[in-house]
């Protein structure tokens, strides 16, 4: 692990604080005829006029963010017209929505490997082999889970899969809050104060930000949002209003202190509330963010990574675990994922596959409710993954400015298929 230096958190605050806010995007009179497009693009009669409709239009005449909507709904959009022929009968509207199996694997429909890889390359902008991603994630959860293992062991818990170990420290009284106000409060605290380090770490991280950026903070949600059942929800800084993250506490007792602090790094600093606002800046189309949901995710997957990378766990190695079991539950959706649809996993291998490597589910998602959005939405949680261990390969071995530069390139203009992401790092 490499422990963010003080030299390097000075140098990097002091880079940032040379430079201007990330500023809004001008709009020339190419972008704003190719907005214009690209708002009625739908309602051209199908995916090919739509692709010759964006071949009229010039990338080198367009601003960056502009010429970035050009590329990754021209691209897109011809991997939907063949997904429309090898799958017919999904939803035409972009994007293609490939109609649900009776019985969940894509496998099983007529194409349905084909279409997979097809899903795989629109979500994460860049061709990545089914059986590839799938060993990917392999190693990926072997990895976490020998480092669980090892931490497990250190904190006293030797017996059982790392996934029956979840299970007993997230029942172990000695790290839950009490179910009450002074609990809730004292969990949004501790929240709060994890969140003013990384304020202070971000920049030497992720380079200049939206001045909105730094006014981020945890709240509670109301009574009211707890008694209907509201699940934790953003809103996103800008320069009218403060980022806030509403964190769900009303299962207070299924969340130890040490599984909330990567929450913070994911939701808010330098996850989220740093690329949200950047994107939103540069006027991204409604229509590139529907074609790339899984970028940031896994962008906020990453951010949780880089954190931990530089120190943020030294010294905390139960909050080091809870970093873990939130990538095991990323990587695991991945491996799911390409099991289901690709090695043709039944839903029962599956579930005993999430219960032996996380052994306890995320807390806003039943192992139930996460085996059904994964069936019903073939390669996004894969992508979600992809993206994050894409960009991690992108800064591996980064510091200092070289780790600054490479995470703009990825911030800047807003999400972007992976294939435009240069890689700044070296492959292990």
Do not use: C
């Not at 939907?80 to 972009?94: A, F, H, M, N, V």
């Amino acid at each position: 692990m490499t422990v963010l230096g003080r030299r390097n958190l000075l140098a990097g605050l002091a880079a940032v604080a040379a430079l201007p806010a990330i500023p809004a995007q001008a709009e020339s009179d190419g972008d704003a005829k190719l907005r214009e497009t690209l708002d009625g693009l739908s309602q051209l009669p199908d995916y090919d006029a739509r692709g010759a409709r964006l071949d009229a239009f010039e990338a080198a005449a367009l601003s960056p963010s502009a010429r970035l909507d050009l590329r990754t709904i021209r691209g897109n959009i011809a991997i939907d017209s063949q997904l429309e022929r090898l799958i017919p009968g999904g939803r035409t509207d972009d994007p293609y929505r490939v109609p649900v199996a009776g019985e969940p694997g894509l496998w099983r429909r007529p194409n349905g490997a084909a279409a997979f890889a097809l899903l795989l390359e629109r979500h994460v902008g860049a061709r990545i082999d089914a059986e590839t991603a799938h060993r990917r994630f392999e190693g990926a959860v072997a990895a976490l889970g020998a480092r669980a293992d090892r931490l497990m062991r250190a904190a006293g818990f030797a017996r059982g899969s790392v996934g029956d170990r979840f299970q007993a420290m997230f029942a172990d009284p000695r790290w839950l809050y009490s179910d009450d106000d002074a609990g809730r409060d004292a969990a949004v605290a501790d929240m709060n104060r994890w969140l003013d380090r990384a304020r202070r770490v971000t920049p030497a991280l992720v380079g200049p930000m939206p001045v909105a950026s730094r006014d981020v903070s945890v709240r509670r949600m109301s009574r009211a949002d707890e008694a209907a059942g509201k699940q934790g929800y953003r809103q996103i800084p800008s320069a009218r209003q403060s980022g806030i993250y509403m964190v769900d506490l009303k299962q207070i007792r299924r969340r130890p202190r040490w599984s909330l602090h990567s929450v913070v790094h994911h939701e808010l600093l330098p996850g989220h509330m740093v690329q949200l606002p950047i994107e939103a800046a540069a006027n991204a189309h409604p229509l590139r963010i529907a074609y790339l949901p899984a970028f940031a995710e896994g962008w906020a997957i990453h951010a949780e990574q880089l954190m931990a990378d530089h120190g943020a766990y030294r010294a905390a190695p139960l909050e080091a675990l809870g970093h873990l079991h939130w990538l095991l539950f990323r990587a695991a959706r991945g491996l799911i994922d390409t099991g289901v649809h690709h090695r043709r996993w039944s839903i029962a291998e599956a579930r005993a596959q999430l219960e032996r490597l996380q052994g306890v589910p995320a807390y806003f998602a039943s192992f139930e409710q996460d085996l059904d959005r994964i069936t019903g939405e073939p390669a996004v949680r894969a992508a979600e993954a992809l993206i994050w261990l894409g960009l991690a390969d992108r800064t591996r071995g980064l510091t200092g400015a070289a780790l600054r530069r490479a995470s703009q390139a990825i911030l800047i203009h807003g999400r972007k298929p992976l294939r435009f992401i240069p890689n700044g790092g070296s492959r292990v």
